[in-house]
């Protein structure tokens, strides 16, 4: 067991761009849950997958941002129009009961 | 919604000191962890304490559920110690609420 692993690590791009980041979850673990992080503030919770269902969205996910978790197994977080203000570290975490697990995360600056 | 608060917000010691973080919250909670992230930005798991007391190594914590705090030992501190550490909750609506962590350095 590799742990959560996302990809990519890093992630330049301008403004206006889109992008897609990619979660895999530590195998058997049926809760899949993203968080963002800005500097110097704690993570926030973005959207949260039980299995394939998305049962919750924050209300920090506007229409430009989607996410899905086809067939329960990786998640893919994807930003339409980037804007500035999205350049975050993008967190995504695993859990089967209640201990949750993090990836590495994502940064993103936007350009 | 639940509010978490952490203190202190920095701290700064010398190698070998012990330290003692602290986290309030403002509701009764199922689900307390605290993690530390690294400088790459990974949050890596240090205990899972909804209540109760946990050792591991020259790490221990403490949560007193019924009172709504935490706190996280740290003796003998290393300079790999440290970074920030966070406490988060989760009241059942299956989510961490994070509070903004103490960061915390570690001079030989």
């Known amino acids: 067991d590799t742990g959560v692993s996302q990809d990519p690590r890093h992630k330049i791009t301008k403004r206006g761009q889109n992008v897609t980041f990619r979660c895999d979850p530590i195998s058997e673990h049926n809760r899949l849950y993203w968080y963002r992080q800005t500097l110097g503030q704690g993570p926030e919770f973005l959207t949260y997958f039980q299995n394939e269902a998305q049962l919750e969205k924050s209300r920090l996910l506007s229409d430009r941002f989607s996410a899905e978790r086809p067939k329960g197994s990786f998640s893919t977080l994807e930003i339409q129009r980037t804007e500035q203000g999205d350049s975050a570290m993008y967190l995504c975490?695993?859990?089967?009961?209640?201990?949750?697990?993090f990836g590495q995360g994502t940064r993103l600056t936007v350009v | 919604g639940i509010q978490v608060e952490q203190s202190p917000p920095d701290l700064i010691l010398q190698e070998g000191a012990n330290s003692t973080l602290r986290c309030n919250f403002s509701?009764?909670?199922?689900?307390l962890q605290w993690f530390h992230q690294n400088p790459w930005g990974q949050l890596i798991n240090l205990f899972y304490?909804?209540?109760g007391t946990k050792q591991n190594g020259r790490l221990s914590a403490t949560t007193v559920a019924t009172e709504r705090y935490s706190l996280l030992y740290i003796s003998s501190s290393q300079t790999t110690d440290s970074g920030v550490y966070f406490c988060?909750?989760?009241?059942?609506?299956?989510?961490?609420?994070f509070g903004q962590g103490t960061r915390l350095t570690i001079n030989p």
């Open positions: 988060a909750v989760e009241q059942g609506a299956q989510k961490l609420v």
């Open positions: 975490a695993s859990s089967r009961e209640a201990e949750a697990f």
């Open positions: 509701d009764s909670v199922n689900n």
């Open positions: 304490i909804p209540s």
